[in-house]
Structure formats: C-alpha cells, structure tokens
C-alpha cells in the first residue's frame, strides 16, 4: 500500500484526535495540519493558515504533495472549500473529506435542513422560518405556540446562536433583537421557530462516500457550561460513548426514520455528499426526532467516536473518497470512553488567554486532546476557551468517568474550569 501525505484543517479537540488516529494509520506517509495547536505538533507539522485561506492552502497542498484532504470545522465547507479544489485544474484529483458547498448547506442554513428533513419524512419539530420584512408573522407564530419557545439563527453562529426561552414576552423580544438589532450578525438575519422538544440529546456520526454510508459509535455530549445542564450553551464541555440507553429498537428506530433516508435523501435531491454527516438527535418518550445536521464531525464527541473505531482511519477516509465505502466493515471496541473539557474561566464569554499549563506530563492511562492551546520555548499555554479534553476507557461510562476526573485534576492553569458531573443523567 502506498503511503500518502495528509492534511487535516482545523485547530481544535476534533483535529487533535484526527491527528492521533492518522498517525497510527499505515496509509500515513507525512501529517500536516492548518493550524493545528500546541497538541498536534508531535504528531504531525503545524502549518499556520487559516481554515478559510484557500490560496494558502492550495500552495500547502501542491508544496507537500498533499493526497487527501480532511477538513474539520463546517467554516471551510459552507465557504466552499470542496468546489474550489473541483473547480481548480491543480488541485482537482485530490480528495476532499467533507461535502461541496451545497451539501454543507445543510448546516450552513437551519431553514434548507428542516425543509430537506420535511421533504423525506425525517422526524423533526414543527417550525416556521421568519426575516425582519415579515416579523410580525413571526410574532404571531409565537402567540400559537406552546411555552419554551426554541429561536435558532438561520446561518453560522459558532455553535452560540440557538436561544430557549420561557415567556413569550421575551421571545418576541429576543426575535427582534435576531432580525432588527442583528444579535448574531448576519447568521440572525432568518430566524427559525421551532417547537421545544422535551427529552435527552444525542449525537449519531455517519460517514458516507455519497452512495453507501458506515453508522460510526454514537455519542452523548453535554453542551451547558453549569453543572445540571445550566448556563449558557458552550462548544460542548464533555461526552461519553456509546450512549448508555440506547437499545437494539431505538438504534434500529434511528436507523429506519432519520439515517438511511437522510442518506437516500441526498441522493433523491442531487446533492453530492462526501464525509461525515452529523445527526443531532433527541429522544423523546420512545421515539428519535433530528434537531439539526451538521456536516462534520462533532467536537467533543469526536475526542470519544474515534478512538472506539478499530479500523484503520486513514484507510476508512481514502475508501470514502474513492466511493468504496460498501467494501468496507466497520469494527468498534465495546468500552465505553468519556471526554471532559477543561475551559478558561469566564467562557463562553469573555475569559483570558495566554495562561501556563502545567502537569501535563503527570497525566496517565488517558488521552489528553488539545484545542486551544500554543507551544512556546517547550511551555504550553491556553489561547482559546475550549482549552483540552482528557479522554479515558473503561468497562462502563462510569470506570471511564472516574478515570478521566482523576487525570484531568493532575492538570493546572489559571482559571481552569469543567464539569464535575458529565454522566450526571444517565
């Protein structure tokens, strides 16, 4: 088997774990990663570019004789990153993991999901879609719905743009404050109203080479800053695979209603897709319903979804590109692994950077991701909120959990903060 150079782009817990399982991949000639962090750097070579600087990474990708592309964040793909390496004559025989611009449009635009998601039968909430010229509908769309209302900017919003509120009086408010007063910028100028779905999240990973797909472990991760799910919504402080209730009927449930005809789907629709579809789920009494799709991997659900994968990832991508995903079985390791995430203090909103970690190298038994971090004359310090996550096994979610809290207590910076409690639900 020829061995290939690989470039993952993205800078965070998600291409960290990318990074560790194409290192072990037998396909994996030379790694490189745009930007990468303080992490990634031993396993691979940091190239300092941005996600969205596609002439800079056309020139990384002709220098280093790139063969496969894995793209980590939705940025890139919304931007369209996979037409312009198709439409450009250098570039075009070399395979991009994550779909064109079109498929991405699936999480570039919460109204074009729900409006695919109706158009094949896929369990969703009921919704309506509003802009500042017709608010007033939008207003009157919220007086014929049922407290909590569910308020999710149309576009883009890192994650931070979905808004759950109690009193209508507030929603009305909140809905002008998205449309008038621009809350979430440009990503706020539709808003959909969605009906609140009561039950437990989780997230379901299928990777797709546009005809066949492989269902990869599902995963649970807990999005709220505060301990009992409170607080505001985060990039995500923790997760835990496989999801412990989960059952062979709900698992085939899932598979019957929302994954092969959101597969089948694609196709009816002319839509080409390659790589990872993400289906946020929610299970409510017996039964799935998707709140979104996302067109990549989840962070910090990838930090427990990949190391459970047996088989080897820079093989399992290389048959994704090539359309040979059929040929393909997937292997999974029965144990179950937890992630917690340490974040900067005051996040999401303002926190600090530029603080020493320290311990690291006391960490045992256990993976430690990191996002936003920086090597400087051989320290390491934080320059995000999101700053790493430890990931351990186990034989159940629990010995994992204990395993994680004992490691990630070896580790130090100033205003160091997560969860005590991920796991607390189930």
């Given amino acids: 088997m020829e061995k290939i150079n690989i470039l993952i782009l993205g800078s965070g817990g998600r291409e960290h774990t990318f990074c560790w399982k194409l290192a072990q991949s037998q396909l994996t000639n030379q790694l490189f990663i745009a930007p990468g962090n303080g992490g990634t750097k031993d396993l691979a070579t940091n190239i300092n570019i941005g996600v ?68 094949h039968d896929i369990p969703t909430a009921q919704y309506g879609s509003f802009t500042a010229e017709n608010i007033d509908k939008g207003y009157a769309f919220l007086d014929q719905m049922k407290s909590p209302y569910v308020l999710k900017a149309d576009g883009l919003a890192a994650g931070k743009g979905v808004l759950i509120i109690d009193d209508l009086k ?94 089948e789907g694609l196709h009816k629709d ?89 311990g690291l190298e006391k960490v045992k038994g256990c993976n430690v991701f990191h996002a936003g971090t920086t090597v400087r004359e051989k320290k390491t310090f934080t320059i995000g909120g999101r700053v790493l996550a430890v990931t351990s096994y186990g034989e159940g979610h629990k010995s994992a959990l204990k395993q994680s809290y004992e490691q990630i207590q070896k580790i130090n910076f100033d205003g160091m903060y997560f969860r005590g409690d991920i796991g607390f639900d189930l």
């Avoid at 990153?81 to 635009?109: N, Y």
């Fill in 52 to 119: 969205n600087d596609f002439e800079s990474i056309k020139k990384t990708v002709l220098e280093n004789q790139i063969k496969l592309v894995i793209v980590g964040p939705e940025d890139p793909l919304v931007n369209g990153l996979h037409d312009f390496f198709l439409s450009d004559q250098a570039l075009r025989a070399i395979p991009v993991i994550g779909p064109q611009k079109l498929g991405a449009t699936l999480e570039g635009s919460k109204e074009f999901a729900k409006a695919f998601m109706i158009r």
């Fill in 170 to 263: 507030e929603a009305k408010t909140e809905l002008a404050n998205m449309l008038l007063n621009k809350k979430f910028g440009v990503a706020s100028s539709k808003v959909v109203i969605e009906e609140f779905l009561k039950g437990i999240e989780l997230s379901c990973f299928v990777l797709t080479d546009g005809k066949s797909y492989l269902t990869l472990p599902m995963a649970k991760d807990y999005k709220r800053i505060g301990e009992g799910d409170k607080g505001p919504n985060t990039g995500g402080m923790g997760a835990i695979s496989p999801v412990p209730f989960m059952d062979d009927k709900f698992n085939q449930k899932i598979h019957d209603r929302i994954v092969r005809p959101t597969i």
């Fill in 270 to 358: 002319n839509i080409p897709y390659v790589g990872f579809v993400f289906i946020g789920l929610i299970k409510v009494g017996e039964e799935p319903y998707v709140i979104e799709y996302n067109v990549r991997m989840g962070d910090p659900e990838t930090q427990v979804v990949l190391p459970r994968v047996k088989n080897d990832l820079g093989e399992l991508l290389l048959a994704t590109a090539e359309g040979r995903l059929s040929q393909i079985e997937i292997e999974i390791d029965d144990r179950s692994y937890t992630t917690i995430v340490a974040v900067s203090g005051g996040y999401p909103e303002g926190y600090q950077k530029g603080k020493e970690i320290t």
